[in-house]
């Protein structure tokens, strides 16, 4: 197979890969949407979202983050999340159910300008995965417990 042909077969593998996502997630129960601009210059995106999930993991089932880049030229990135949170006193870990603007604060505390908005509809998270995870504009990271994904 010559490079253009395998660059091709990658291209749509990776397309159908991500729309695969997108219909995965779309299927799940989400509370929130946010996204996360690091107030100090940050080009890590893999190490982004994790430092993200480790801020909201105490009051997080389930969170998909997903990391975009900033263009040039100062190349910084910026964490999209959607999580689910934990319900109200009735947890494993005794964690009580996160509001947007609790959620606002330690992100806004530990990383920056943030915004957090509640999922009002199916049609939130298909506009969400139709920007973030079908254009291939991210890194991505599945955070929380195994059973909580399905």
């Not at 995106?45 to 983050?65: D, G, M, Q």
């Not at 910084?76 to 999340?81: E, R």
């Not at 109200?88 to 509001?99: N, P």
């Given at each position: 197979m010559d490079r253009y042909a395998q660059f091709?077969?990658?291209?749509?593998?990776?397309?159908?890969?991500?729309?695969?996502?997108?219909?995965?997630?779309?299927?799940?129960?989400?509370?929130f949407f946010f996204t996360v601009t690091f107030r100090n210059r940050f080009?890590?995106?893999?190490?982004?979202?994790?430092?993200?999930?480790?801020?909201?993991?105490p009051h997080s089932a389930r969170a998909f983050l997903a990391t975009e880049r900033h263009r040039r030229?100062?190349?910084?990135?910026?964490v999209h999340g959607l999580v689910k949170v934990h319900r109200y006193g009735g947890t494993e870990s005794g964690q009580l159910c996160a509001t947007p603007t609790d959620l606002w604060r330690h992100l806004y505390g530990n990383h920056g300008r943030s915004r957090v908005e509640p999922v009002r509809s199916i049609e939130d998270v298909s506009a969400y995965c139709s920007k973030y995870v079908v254009k291939r504009l991210s890194d991505y990271g599945f955070y929380g417990r195994p059973k909580l994904w399905t």
């Amino acid at each position: 197979m010559d490079r253009y042909a395998q660059f091709t077969k990658d291209a749509i593998d990776s397309t159908l890969a991500r729309e695969a996502y997108a219909r995965y997630l779309q299927g799940l129960d989400w509370d929130f949407f946010f996204t996360v601009t690091f107030r100090n210059r940050f080009r890590d995106s893999i190490k982004a979202h994790e430092i993200v999930w480790e801020t909201i993991a105490p009051h997080s089932a389930r969170a998909f983050l997903a990391t975009e880049r900033h263009r040039r030229p100062n190349l910084n990135c910026h964490v999209h999340g959607l999580v689910k949170v934990h319900r109200y006193g009735g947890t494993e870990s005794g964690q009580l159910c996160a509001t947007p603007t609790d959620l606002w604060r330690h992100l806004y505390g530990n990383h920056g300008r943030s915004r957090v908005e509640p999922v009002r509809s199916i049609e939130d998270v298909s506009a969400y995965c139709s920007k973030y995870v079908v254009k291939r504009l991210s890194d991505y990271g599945f955070y929380g417990r195994p059973k909580l994904w399905t």
